[in-house]
Nanobody
Framework: QVQFVESGGGLVQPGGSLRLSCAAS????????VGWYRQAPGNQRELVAT???????NYTDSVKDRFAISRGNAKNMVYLQMKSLKPEDTAVYYC?????????WGQGTQVTVSS
């Protein structure tokens, strides 16, 4: 069983930056692809970025050139560096396997972009 714990969210002004962290239990993290997802109020959860076991990355169009997904030196850590944040990036952010989420969702971390 894999569990995910997300952290690093907060309130930031438009144009600001945040770095989200995802910690997963279990040693399979280095094998499976991992995704960052987000869910804004009233919207469905969407996949925003993925990183494969070989460190290939992919992004949804709305975050390309602004977000960067990466793995940490610790095999169970994945990060999402977000810059040039926009109000429409406001959402609860989650990590899970990607591009399809097979595991139970964590609590997520709230990102609010507002002046």
């Amino acid at each position: 069983q894999v569990q995910f714990v997300e952290s690093g969210g907060g309130l930031v002004q438009p144009g600001g930056s945040l770095r989200l962290s995802c910690a997963a239990s279990g040693s399979i993290f280095s094998i499976y692809s991992v995704g960052w997802y987000r869910q804004a109020p009233g919207n469905q959860r969407e996949l925003v970025a993925t990183i494969t076991g070989g460190d290939s990355t992919n992004y949804t169009d709305s975050v390309k050139d602004r977000f960067a997904i990466s793995r940490g030196n610790a095999k169970n850590m994945v990060y999402l560096q977000m810059k040039s944040l926009k109000p429409e990036d406001t959402a609860v952010y989650y990590c899970n396997s990607g591009p399809k989420a097979y595991y139970k969702w964590g609590q997520g971390t709230q990102v609010t972009v507002s002046s």
